[in-house]
């Protein structure tokens, strides 16, 4: 069992930065590849980025590669979402997930999954 806790979302203006964290409980959170997603209102829920287990492979959507990034601290049972150049289509409630075995893009292949936290882009 993981239970994982989101924070750091919050109002960003166009072009500016936001770091996401993600803290899980669990002594087997380092057996876990972990994803991001997000939602925004009226749409379905979104792949971000993941990251196997270990941390050796990164996975982003097109839509954000190159100005998020995404990392974990298996010791301290952490995953983080570092956010950069953020534009107003960014603008979601982000999800933390975790799944035993490999990285996934789909929603559906997550077996534990955060409350999310809002990020809202806006000037």
């Known amino acids: 069992q993981v239970q994982l806790v989101e924070s750091g979302g919050g109002l960003v203006q166009p072009g500016n930065s936001l770091r996401l964290s993600c803290a899980a409980s669990g002594r087997t959170f380092s057996s876990y590849a972990m994803g991001w997603f997000r939602q925004a209102p009226g749409k379905d829920r979104e792949f971000v980025a993941a990251?196997?287990?270990?941390?050796?492979?990164?996975y982003y959507a097109d839509s954000v590669k190159g100005r998020f990034t995404i990392s974990r601290d298996n010791a301290k049972n952490t995953v983080a979402l570092q956010m950069n150049s953020l534009l107003p289509e960014d603008t979601a409630v982000y999800y933390c997930?975790?799944?035993?075995?490999?990285?996934?893009?789909?929603?559906?292949?997550?077996?534990?999954w955060g409350q999310g936290t809002q990020v809202t882009v806006s000037s």
């Open positions: 990251m196997n287990w270990r941390g050796h492979f990164t």
């Open positions: 997930a975790a799944r035993s075995g490999s990285y996934a893009p789909f929603p559906d292949e997550y077996d534990y």
